[in-house]
């Protein structure tokens, strides 16, 4: 297990999250709400599919990787990332690199799961550093998920949406 050199705090972490989920509202490709019980952070007007959104700040250009957290808590081995969004009856999870305007919709989360599952067996936990807890996750290739998410790119002022 590495453990990452800075020590992460919820505020800062908040404050990312949060610029991530006012940028998706506006520019997810299907309307969506936020999700008030909050078990999820949006739900599809259309179906009621609760979506779940992870914010990364890392550029795309600079890694080939998705970073996937396995346990929100090392400790006490409280799920992570897809995992616990599985647990919450999540149906829809999302990876968005906030600079670069893209995100990653991954619809089938057994799929997803069961190929994480077999990606990371046996790789490298990396540890972060929060303030009272520790979170351990993977560097995931994205183009070992490739074949189970959609990319979509958007334009801020516009809302409009493009895939690939």
């Known amino acids: 297990m590495h453990n990452s050199k800075k020590t992460w705090s ?24 936020e999700y008030v019980p909050h078990a999820a952070d949006f739900q599809v007007v259309s179906t009621g599919a609760l979506v779940e959104l992870k914010t990364d700040t890392y550029s795309m250009a600079k890694t ?11 400790g006490s081995k409280k799920p992570g990332s897809v995992w616990q969004s599985v647990e919450k009856g999540v ?30 067996d046996g790789a490298y936990l990396m540890a972060i550093k929060n303030r009272g807890w520790t979170t351990g ?11 189970l998410y959609t990319q979509y790119t ?9 895939n690939k």
């Not at 996750?137 to 074949?147: E, N, P």
């Not at 958007?154 to 493009?162: I, K, N, P």
């Open 154 to 162: 958007f334009e801020v002022e516009s809302g409009r949406h493009t």
């Open 10 to 33: 919820f505020k800062e972490q908040i404050a990312v999250g949060d610029e991530g989920q006012r940028l998706f509202l506006k520019n997810y490709h299907t309307p969506i709400t």
């Open 64 to 74: 080939p990787n998705f970073f996937i957290e396995r346990w929100s808590d090392i």
């Open 137 to 147: 996750g993977y560097r995931v290739k994205r183009s070992d998920l490739k074949d």
């Open 91 to 120: 149906t829809i999870f999302c990876y968005m690199f906030l600079n670069d305007r893209t995100y990653f919709e991954f619809v089938d989360l057994p799929a997803l799961v069961s190929r994480l599952d077999t990606l990371t």
